[in-house]
């Protein structure tokens, strides 16, 4: 275990900067999706609010399949974590994974910041319990695994301008893969959370919604 966290701290340090940005895409990404909230018109506003309460009723009503969810979770999470690892290995891919990071922020903070704009103090904690258990996994994952695409790319980039492209690229690239699909078991924790824990709290909390 010591060996493992020792790993994760020189990971860490030798990738300090690329962490900083990578985090500060997504919180950007969070902060316009919040404030895209308030740009709405009210027709968007009004198409979005029936939505809502439509999902409130469903969830109310009905039996929630909790293995759809964890399917379609696994899914989605694959998705990205696939399409950061394929852009990781061009030399253009860096803005493209800030975007993917950024992106992800914004659909958790318009999310988040709309059903807190609608239901108030109830949307908070709705908010709270049945995105951010997921999430404290899914999203360090996801964070993780778009530093090691941005880092592997630089890699890339770098044996270009030294005229070094031979030089271990096959090995890192194994490690790189490697690391990756570890990450995603633990991403995949976070997809079992969003499917048989969260909806405990959804179906619960939906009723004073």
Same mark, same amino acid.
């Given at each position: 275990?010591?060996?493992?966290?020792?790993? @994760?701290?020189?990971?860490?340090?030798?990738?300090?900067?690329?962490?900083?940005?990578?985090?500060?895409?997504?919180?950007?990404?969070?902060?316009?999706?919040?404030?895209?909230?308030?740009?709405?018109?009210?027709?968007?506003?009004?198409?979005?609010?029936?939505?809502?309460?439509?999902?409130?009723?469903?969830?109310?009503?009905?039996?929630?399949?909790?293995?759809?969810? @964890?399917?379609?979770?696994?899914?989605?999470?694959?998705?990205?974590?696939?399409?950061?690892?394929?852009?990781?290995?061009?030399?253009?891919?860096?803005?493209?994974?800030? !975007?993917?990071?950024?992106?992800?922020? +914004? #659909?958790?903070?318009?999310?988040?910041?709309?059903?807190?704009?609608?239901?108030?103090?109830?949307?908070?904690?709705?908010?709270?319990?049945?995105? @951010?258990?997921?999430?404290?996994?899914?999203?360090?994952?996801?964070?993780?695994?778009?530093?090691?695409?941005?880092?592997?790319?630089?890699?890339?980039?770098?044996?270009?301008?030294?005229? /070094?492209?031979?030089? /271990?690229?096959?090995?890192?690239? !194994?490690?790189?893969?490697?690391?990756?699909?570890?990450?995603?078991?633990?991403?995949? @924790?976070?997809? #079992?959370?969003?499917?048989?824990?969260?909806?405990? +709290?959804?179906?619960?909390?939906?009723?004073?919604?």
């Amino acid at each position: 275990m010591r060996k493992v966290n020792n790993v @994760l701290i020189k990971h860490i340090q030798r990738n300090i900067i690329t962490y900083f940005v990578v985090i500060m895409f997504f919180l950007i990404g969070i902060s316009s999706g919040a404030f895209t909230t308030k740009a709405l018109s009210d027709s968007e506003n009004g198409e979005l609010i029936a939505y809502l309460e439509n999902f409130f009723k469903i969830v109310d009503t009905k039996t929630i399949d909790n293995f759809a969810i @964890l399917k379609q979770s696994l899914i989605n999470n694959l998705q990205t974590g696939v399409l950061i690892w394929i852009l990781g290995v061009t030399i253009i891919g860096i803005p493209a994974i800030l !975007f993917l990071i950024g992106l992800r922020g +914004f #659909i958790i903070g318009f999310t988040v910041g709309f059903i807190i704009k609608q239901k108030g103090l109830n949307g908070l904690i709705f908010s709270i319990f049945s995105l @951010l258990p997921q999430n404290i996994i899914i999203i360090p994952g996801i964070i993780v695994i778009g530093v090691l695409g941005i880092s592997f790319s630089v890699m890339l980039i770098k044996s270009k301008v030294e005229k /070094n492209v031979h030089n /271990n690229i096959l090995n890192q690239f !194994f490690v790189y893969s490697t690391v990756i699909a570890i990450v995603y078991i633990f991403i995949a @924790l976070g997809c #079992i959370i969003e499917a048989y824990i969260s909806p405990l +709290f959804v179906k619960y909390l939906s009723v004073y919604m």
